[in-house]
């Protein structure tokens, strides 16, 4: 395991723990996972840029975000708002990218989050590799953290992230 | 007690808003700097504004800049609340005019923590 899979870790447990008081471990079984990629699902990118370049991005069914969303808004899933998923899971993948800076060389700058919808969709950044990948299990619902190195972006700060390809939603 | 939360998350702002208001505060809220401006300045005073870092149009430490440059704004506590963990940040953020500064994740023992070292009376049973 290297040193950005155990930031993930850590990082991932103290955000759902202090911020969603739920409990996620790590899940060994990847099979809820492959159902949940047909299903819909969300995932929260952020771009990190300067000393290190690179991307994290949170997956969940859309289930799973609703659920989490529904936490933070303290109220049920079914009386969220339009955008209020969104704004969670991008919320959520912002704290797990700033709290990763830590492990990584510094100085970096975050970009905005974005978050993509969909069913049967990838999200690709060219040029880069799986740094990390750690697959969780919250609400007996798979969540997914990967953080993709390299694919170096124009600009400091951008409100979307670059070279990013929505296959279909 | 009055606050203001500066922060593009609608989630983060509930989150922090049922802290705050929990502890006392009257809480408004903002999403983006020029907002949180327009907001202050309509008074009556605010004891206190919450400013997140990364914000859709300018960075949250230029509101902490704008209001420092304000005299009437010398006695509103402001504390930063963010994912930027960068000690280079914390010391910029702190030069500018920053009283405080709590990295998310927090919790809300956390927050109730800061609160009291930046002198607002918050009782043991509100926070617990």
């Known amino acids: ?169 | 007690m009055r606050a203001l939360i500066l922060d593009d998350s609608r989630a983060m702002r509930t989150i922090l808003r049922g802290i705050l208001t929990e502890v006392g505060f009257e809480v408004l809220e903002a999403a983006s700097v020029r907002d949180a401006i327009a907001v202050l300045g309509q008074g009556p005073d605010f004891d206190l504004a919450l400013v997140d870092w990364n914000l859709p149009d300018v960075e949250g430490i230029e509101f902490v800049r704008q209001v420092r440059a304000q005299r009437k704004y010398d006695l509103v506590k402001l504390m930063m609340v963010t994912t930027e963990t960068e000690a280079g940040q914390v010391a910029n953020a702190i030069r500018a005019g920053a009283n405080e500064y709590i990295m998310k994740p927090f919790s809300k023992q956390a927050v109730a923590e800061k609160l009291a070292l930046l002198g607002f009376k918050i009782s043991q049973s509100e926070h617990a």
């Not at chain 1, 994290?56 to 209020?84: H, K």
């Not at chain 1, 899971?89 to 830590?102: P, Q, R, S, Y």
């Not at chain 1, 990584?104 to 049967?120: N, Y």
């Not at chain 1, 880069?128 to 600009?155: R, Y």
């Open chain 1, 1 to 169: 395991m290297n040193d950005i899979e155990k930031a993930i870790i850590n990082i991932t447990q103290n955000i759902w723990e202090s911020i969603l008081g739920l409990e996620v471990r790590r899940a060994r079984d990847v099979a809820p996972l492959t159902q949940a990629t047909r299903e819909r699902s969300l995932t929260g990118c952020v771009q990190l840029a300067g000393a290190w370049e690179g991307s994290v991005f949170l997956y969940c069914s859309e289930a799973l975000a609703g659920e989490v969303a529904a936490t933070m808004f303290g109220t049920s899933p079914e009386t969220l708002r339009n955008g209020d998923v969104e704004d969670a899971l991008g919320e959520l993948t912002n704290m797990v990218a700033g709290n990763l800076k830590i492990v990584l060389p510094r100085p970096c700058q975050l970009s905005l989050p974005a978050v993509v919808e969909g069913i049967d969709y990838r999200v690709i950044v060219p040029g880069t590799k799986i740094a990390a990948q750690v697959l969780f299990e919250s609400n007996s619902k798979p969540l997914l953290v990967t953080v993709l190195e390299g694919g170096a972006m124009g600009s400091k700060r951008p409100s979307a992230p670059s070279g990013t390809e929505k296959k279909a939603t």
